[in-house]
């Protein structure tokens, strides 16, 4: 896409930036993460982390109709065309390449909750523990609540290390499922080690719009509870270490159906491939699909979960897109 003043938008290209901040609304810059439908059926909210933005688009026409920019200490003062040196040019706001990754809405669709993929750098960047969680009224684009989620540490307690956000699903108005993983497996020739849903429940959390640094985040952050660990699951269903994805990304709820009569919420769960149709493992050429799992969730595991209502039917069967299905049950 080409603006009038010349300037190609919406390329991905990373020196594709305007003067000022990474949130300057002139940016030309596109790296898009989550998206959600809106309650109207008409529009997507899709989640950016070069700003970091959340941008409304027309289903219909695919054009950008709202921007929704995040505060000022989300922002990086000084964006650069590499990573290197946008990371050394900043010591606040998103860092580069972990932006806004996640992205969920209310099922009664009033609320965005969006989240980051690593801390801020001014709350101590890829080496800390807690990230940013906000929700946005969609009746007014403004930002209502900053919540703390703190990420498992999957080093040693000598030499600490935590893996990042990729995304986060609502299950109703207050509950949310966020995906938490390392970058190991299938795209990366190595053994994966932690892909786990995780729930958390918003209501009653401490509000952290005022805090800065790991110290005060921490202090504050939600209680969160396993749901579902993605590579015991994966492994008890015939993958290896080597052949999980390595990036688990993307959650979203499907339609309610039967197995075995039994009524099933389902829970997509995909992964990104980075383009790479073929990866080495072992210094073996191996194919490297999108691939997508299917988690069957039965109605005591998820109690409260609630269904998002979008007015238009459902026009495209699970069966048709050749995923692969896991259950999900409550042992007695």
Do not use: C
Not at 158 to 167: C, D, H, L, R
Request: hydrophobic content about 40%.
């Amino acid at each position: 896409m080409t603006g009038s003043n010349g300037q190609n938008y919406f390329t991905g290209r990373s020196d594709a930036f305007a003067t000022g901040t990474s949130t300057n609304p002139n940016n030309a810059r596109l790296d898009l993460e989550g998206i959600r439908v809106a309650a109207d059926g008409k529009s997507v909210y899709i989640s950016d982390e070069y700003g970091p933005y959340i941008y409304r688009f027309d289903r219909a026409t695919g054009e950008r109709t709202g921007v929704i920019t995040l505060p000022e200490k989300f922002a990086a003062t000084t964006p650069a065309a590499t990573e290197a040196a946008e990371i050394a040019a900043n010591t606040s706001g998103r860092v580069t390449n972990k932006g806004m990754e996640g992205l969920a809405i209310t099922p009664d669709g009033k609320t965005l909750v969006g989240v980051m993929q690593s801390p801020l750098a001014q709350d101590g960047g890829t080496a800390a523990s807690t990230v940013r969680i906000v929700t946005i009224d969609l009746a007014t684009g403004k930002v209502t609540h900053e919540y703390a989620y703190q990420l498992d540490n999957i080093g040693t307690a000598a030499k600490p290390k935590y893996g990042t956000i990729s995304e986060i699903v609502a299950i109703n108005d207050h509950e949310f499922i966020i995906d938490e993983r390392d970058g190991k497996g299938l795209g990366d020739d190595s053994k994966a080690v932690q892909k786990k849903l995780y729930t958390i429940n918003l209501s009653g959390a401490q509000d952290v719009s005022n805090d800065t640094g790991a110290t005060a985040l921490a202090g504050k952050a939600v209680t969160k509870t396993l749901f579902v660990d993605l590579v015991a699951l994966l492994k008890a269903n015939g993958y290896t270490d080597r052949t999980i994805p390595a990036k688990i990304e993307g959650l979203a709820f499907g339609p309610d159906v039967w197995v075995d009569g039994v009524l099933q919420h389902s829970l997509i769960v995909v992964n990104d491939n980075d383009f790479l149709d073929t990866v080495d493992v072992n210094g073996t050429p191996t194919a490297n699909p999108s691939q997508f799992f299917v988690l069957g969730i039965t109605g005591d595991v998820l109690a409260n979960y609630q269904a998002q209502q979008i007015p238009e039917p459902a026009t495209l069967a699970l069966a048709a897109l050749g995923l692969t299905g896991f259950m999900l049950r409550r042992r007695k």
